[in-house]
């Protein structure tokens, strides 16, 4: 049998469809590994500022303790009852902001 032309028009319709649904398919997929590296990053993040937070609580006490966030959380609200040291932590986090900027400017020419 031979096909009509409106069969093979109908074909490329539905040909088209699937391609249409495969393409939003894998543009979901792409999403869903863009938020996947996004929470990843945000807990490397994290961890890196829990080790800070870690290493000084041993070089302050001079040893590893198990304590809990409410521990650095009452020390932080006491450090940061001080207007002068919530200051200082905007002024060292724009210097770092700025310096990781160019570093990716620098990096961005080669």
């Known amino acids: ?4 032309e409106l069969e093979r028009v109908e074909e490329k319709l539905k040909k088209a469809e ?6 939003k ?7 869903k590994e863009i938020n996947e590296i996004k929470k990843k990053q ?12 870690e290493r000084y609580e041993k070089d302050i ?3 590893q303790k198990e304590t809990s966030g409410e521990v650095i959380e009452k020390f932080l609200e006491y450090v940061f ?8 932590l905007n002024e060292f986090t724009e210097e770092y ?4 900027e160019e ?6 020419m080669n």
């Open 97 to 100: 902001l700025r310096e990781d």
């Open 18 to 23: 699937l391609e249409e649904q495969q393409a």
């Open 42 to 53: 945000e807990t490397q993040r994290k961890i890196k500022k829990a080790e800070v937070l």
């Open 25 to 31: 398919n894998k543009k979901k997929q792409i999403k």
């Open 81 to 88: 009852y001080k207007e002068v040291y919530k200051e200082k």
């Open 103 to 108: 570093e990716v400017t620098y990096e961005g």
């Open 1 to 4: 049998m031979k096909m009509t």
């Open 61 to 63: 006490t001079g040893k």
